[in-house]
């Protein structure tokens, strides 16, 4: 019962995006599947919506589409970010404060299931300078 309850309110609520997505993927008229002289049934249409690659449009309304590499690849991005700036509070240090140069703030990945709170405004740093990287290692410091 539960489970022609979850088909027939995604066939109520996303049947605009269904009806795209099983022609495009799967060849099929949506609206034979469901009222057609062969309609396919709730357990073939819940497995065939479960089967919608995360590109779909139906998976993309849904928030289906963020998927583990999506995650793993926004975090390694934002980790990468934070390594960048922490180089650049290092090589900040090793020039005087009359030459400093200001970068922009760095973007975080915005992820369709987390609210992100914006940073506060991060300290400015100038960017990275191969000879000031070149002289900090060579001091020691």
Sequence with gaps: MALARGVSAMLRDDWDDLEGD??????LN???CVLGPHAIGIRRLKVLIEALPPESSTARRRGWWWTEDAEQGATQ???LTDVARSLRVVVNQNIPK?????????PRWERPHLQVEPDPQPERTAPLDRENVRAMFLQGG
């Excluded at 099983?22 to 060849?27: D, M």
């Excluded at 009359?98 to 760095?106: K, L």
């Design 30 to 32: 949506l609206v034979e």
């Design 77 to 79: 991005a934002e980790l």
């Design 98 to 106: 009359g030459q400093r140069r200001f970068d922009p703030p760095m």
């Design 22 to 27: 099983f022609q495009r993927y799967f060849g």
